[in-house]
T-cell receptor
Framework: ELKVEQNPLFLSMQEGKNYTIYCNYS?????LYWYRQDPGKSLESLFV?????AVKQEGRLMASLDTKARLSTLHITAAVHDLSATYFC??????????FGAGTRLFVKA | DSGVTQTPKHLITATGQRVTLRCSPR?????VYWYQQSLDQGLQFLIQ???????AKGNILERFSAQQFPDLHSELNLSSLELGDSALYFC?????????????????FGPGTRLTVL
């Protein structure tokens, strides 16, 4: 059964700093997603990564995928308070199921 | 606004009761997914429908059932409710072609239904 592990689960960082969230998954998959969830709100799609070596960037967030290592990273550059949210990675099992990680709660201190 | 609508927003009911949650996907999306989000279990995939047919099942209890109608809206039925069923229930939709291809299958999430079982 596919397992998706994120770390850290909680991250408190200062504005202006850089940090990386890691997402490991246990079996082969060629589709990985990153979502953002604000408290009490729904999930918003950030990135879809479809192939080995894929890299996507939007603003201060950059996501990458290494299918051989079964690892995706979400890198935050020069964090700002507005990035405070919970970030989920999710992986397609190949059987039309999507398995989500536990989420990383990010708090950016002003 | 993702374009996915869910009703009701909040639902408070008692143990043993039955409720129905409704979801309308984005225009043009054929797939509907249901998820349960709770503090202890995280975000759990329940079930997926594609163009009216069940396509994948996750951690869905036997007390729960779902269907997708010809107009593509979907309903999630929860019966014999227990305290532990209290959670946020999300519906998501995606295009999902009939076979896997170059599409992204990005899922667009609705605002959720918060279910409280007392």
């Amino acid at each position: 059964e596919l397992k998706v592990e994120q770390n850290p689960l909680f991250l408190s960082m200062q504005e202006g700093k850089n940090y990386t969230i890691y997402c490991n998954y246990s079996t082969t998959s060629d589709r990985l997603y990153w979502y953002r969830q604000d408290p009490g709100k729904s999930l918003e799609s950030l990135f879809v990564l479809l192939s080995n070596g894929a890299v996507k960037q939007e603003g201060r967030l950059m996501a990458s995928l290494d299918t051989k290592a079964r690892l995706s990273t979400l890198h935050i550059t020069a964090a700002v308070h507005d990035l405070s949210a919970t970030y989920f990675c999710a992986v397609d099992t190949g059987g039309f199921k999507t398995i989500f990680g536990a989420g990383t709660r990010l708090f950016v201190k002003a | 606004d993702s374009g996915v609508t869910q009703t009701p927003k909040h639902l408070i009911t008692a143990t043993g009761q039955r409720v129905t949650l409704r979801c309308s996907p984005r225009s043009g999306d054929l797939s509907v997914y249901w998820y349960q989000q709770s503090l202890d279990q995280g975000l759990q995939f329940l079930i997926q429908y594609y163009n009216g047919e069940e396509r994948a099942k996750g951690n869905i209890l036997e007390r729960f059932s779902a269907q997708q109608f010809p107009d593509l809206h979907s309903e999630l039925n929860l019966s014999s409710l227990e305290l532990g069923d209290s959670a946020l229930y999300f519906c998501a939709s995606s295009v999902t072609p009939g076979r896997r291809g170059p599409r992204t299958d990005t899922q667009y999430f609705g605002p959720g239904t918060r279910l409280t079982v007392l």
